[in-house]
């Protein structure tokens, strides 16, 4: 599989020297990120220039110009993409709810139906409307399937400007301003579906073969997977490409877009192949947590003992609204009741 779209890291696209001086909006903030046409230690180009003007024939660009000069707080926002679904459960409510009891005011909620984008006016939420259909490939995948992967073509609009954006599904709870725990020191950061150390953040591992004699034993490297429903991405160019790899891939493949984005991440360059080279840091797993580590690890330390998160992905479980609302009660109000109740997996006792 060889990448022929653009965007892909190559002669004259990650340059330095093609970055154009930064106008419209704030630089993105926070130690660490790079201005345009700046260099990192390892020679690394720094962020895409800021988008002065919406393209021609881009009529949806200028709506997001508009509505980032406003929102984007240090030239970064909080990005959920929703249809109307989550509002008739009412989960996009309790989302929208959290972010703003956690103090987040740049949030972004991209309203990819009309019913959505009324909803947001009527409650005076950030919106913008970004007609889009999900990839014909993924017909028959299932409502949530078909929208995560149509978010990466989404999320390329919000890097093209030359704004970071960290991307949070709606079944996440965000307890605290995220913007705090993050390094900004690489093009993605992004949650593990990891629920210890290990998993998290890796381990060299061996493999066997008896039949090698002398050599039967070897190393390799193990860790789980990184989620695609909460990551930042800072505006480079391999950020973009990734994006951009992530969307043409499931345009033409009836695929996972988890599997997609961790193999156009981590897969190494081979052949003609090249990866799009962007760098990668693993968030902590006591940060932002998945329902896995709350449910099996966290909520059973001593109270003093528990690590509080900036935010919480329930990816691990069906019962997401259910486990959203109640893990509001006992950040918010230090109600554990709701919490305990739920078995550790999806089955009873576990």
């Known amino acids: ?76 926002v909080l990005v959920a993409i929703s249809n109307y679904t989550p509002v008739l459960n009412g989960m996009l409510v ?34 913008w409307h970004r007609t889009t259909r999900p990839p014909k490939a ?16 989404i999320l390329s609009d919000f890097l093209e400007a030359g704004v970071a954006v960290l991307l949070s599904d709606v079944d996440v709870l965000t307890v605290s301003n995220p913007f705090e725990r993050l390094y900004r020191d690489h093009d993605v950061e992004g949650m593990t579906d990891g629920f210890d150390e290990r998993w998290a953040y890796g381990m060299i591992d061996g493999f066997d073969d008896p039949t090698m004699g002398w050599a039967r034993f070897a190393q390799i490297y193990k860790r789980f997977a990184m989620n695609s429903g909460l990551f930042y991405l800072r505006p480079t160019r391999p950020a973009l490409a990734l994006m951009r790899r992530c969307a043409d891939r499931l345009e ?16 190494m360059s081979h052949g003609d192949y090249r990866s799009p080279q962007v760098t990668v840091r693993v968030m902590g797993i006591d940060d932002f947590m998945n329902s896995k580590r709350l449910f099996k690890t ?19 479980h069906p019962d997401k609204h259910e486990r959203m609302k109640a893990a509001a009660r006992y950040y918010f109000d230090g109600d554990a009741s709701e919490l305990m109740r739920f078995p550790g997996g999806s089955e009873p006792g576990s």
């Open 1 to 76: 599989m060889v990448y022929q779209g653009g965007g892909a890291p190559g002669a004259g696209a990650s340059t330095c020297g093609d970055a154009l001086p930064r106008a419209a909006l704030p630089s993105a903030g926070g130690a660490g990120v790079l201005g345009a046409g700046e260099t990192d230690a390892s020679g690394r180009c720094g962020v895409i220039p800021a988008m002065a003007e919406a393209p021609a024939g881009r009529p949806e660009m200028a709506e997001l110009l508009s509505l980032l000069r406003r929102v984007a707080k240090d030239g970064e």
């Open 94 to 127: 309790t989302w929208v709810e959290s972010v703003k009891r956690a103090g987040v005011e740049n949030y972004v909620i991209v309203a990819i139906d009309d019913n959505v984008q009324a909803w947001c006016r009527d409650q005076g939420h950030n919106c």
């Open 138 to 153: 993924q017909d028959n995948t299932g409502d949530n399937h078909a929208i995560s992967a149509a978010k990466f073509l």
């Open 252 to 267: 033409r493949e009836k695929y996972w877009d988890q599997t997609v984005y961790n193999e156009e991440m981590f897969f």
């Open 298 to 316: 966290v909520r059973y330390l001593p109270r003093a003992d528990q690590p509080v998160p900036a935010m919480v992905h329930m990816n691990y």
